[in-house]
């Protein structure tokens, strides 16, 4: 059998980024603008076309055994006044979960149950140091209150896989926005 060889990442806490960089994921607003409330706010916006976040992949095989793993990273800023988000995803193999390690900044990570039942929610705090499970059967999604970028190490299995379809057609069942100068859930309007 071919031995997969031990390897180091590093997290560069001055220039915000891991290094080396693997698989380097962006995502400008342009590629998720339709997930925003504010579509005013949004086409503003495009003129710049703002990076949103952008994620580190380890190269590691997408095979039962191994753990992938990378460094996820949320600019500050929101879009009207909803934070700066992820789009969001569940695992292709939804009975797989995830830690997610917070190394930098202060955000939210929302949850909605995938399971055959009606869909519930949760959401926890995310700030340096917080060790968030994302358990199986659960859609995530994360997003940056703070003024600095939100970053954290997210670590499940080989095989996971991912699913964003759903959530790109119906989104999450809240939102956070920001009111009164706080971050708040609220329902979402749109949710299908
Ligand atoms: C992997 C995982 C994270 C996200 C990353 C970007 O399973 O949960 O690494 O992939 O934070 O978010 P999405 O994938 O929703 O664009
Ligand atoms: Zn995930």
């Given at each position: 059998?071919?031995?997969?060889r031990?390897?180091?990442?590093?997290?560069?806490?001055?220039?915000?980024?891991?290094?080396?960089?693997?698989?380097?994921?962006?995502?400008?607003?342009?590629?998720?603008?339709?997930?925003?409330?504010?579509?005013?706010?949004?086409?503003?916006?495009?003129?710049?076309?703002?990076?949103?976040?952008?994620?580190?992949?380890?190269?590691?095989?997408?095979?039962?055994?191994?753990?992938?793993?990378?460094?996820?990273?949320?600019?500050p800023?929101?879009?009207?006044?909803?934070y700066?988000?992820?789009?969001?995803?569940?695992?292709?193999?939804?009975?797989?979960?995830?830690i997610?390690?917070?190394?930098?900044?202060?955000?939210?990570?929302?949850?909605?149950?995938?399971?055959?039942?009606?869909p519930?929610?949760?959401?926890?705090?995310?700030?340096?140091?917080?060790?968030?499970?994302?358990?199986?059967?659960?859609?995530?999604?994360?997003?940056?209150?703070?003024?600095?970028?939100?970053?954290?190490?997210?670590?499940?299995?080989?095989?996971?896989?991912?699913?964003?379809?759903?959530?790109?057609?119906?989104?999450?069942?809240?939102?956070?926005?920001?009111?009164?100068?706080?971050?708040?859930?609220?329902?979402?309007?749109?949710?299908?």
């Amino acid at each position: 059998m071919e031995l997969f060889r031990p390897i180091n990442s590093y997290y560069d806490f001055e220039n915000i980024k891991m290094v080396p960089e693997g698989d380097l994921i962006t995502r400008n607003l342009s590629d998720m603008d339709w997930m925003y409330q504010d579509q005013e706010a949004v086409q503003e916006l495009l003129k710049e076309d703002p990076q949103i976040y952008r994620y580190y992949n380890v190269d590691i095989p997408e095979e039962e055994g191994h753990l992938q793993h990378c460094i996820s990273i949320i600019n500050p800023g929101k879009v009207g006044n909803e934070y700066n988000m992820t789009k969001g995803h569940f695992h292709e193999i939804k009975g797989t979960a995830e830690i997610y390690y917070t190394i930098q900044g202060e955000g939210m990570l929302f949850m909605q149950s995938v399971t055959d039942g009606e869909p519930e929610f949760e959401a926890l705090e995310m700030k340096k140091g917080t060790l968030s499970y994302v358990p199986p059967y659960w859609a995530h999604r994360t997003i940056n209150t703070g003024e600095e970028p939100l970053a954290f190490i997210g670590i499940y299995p080989g095989e996971a896989g991912h699913v964003y379809g759903e959530i790109e057609a119906k989104g999450f069942m809240k939102l956070l926005i920001e009111k009164d100068g706080e971050p708040t859930i609220i329902d979402n309007p749109n949710y299908k």
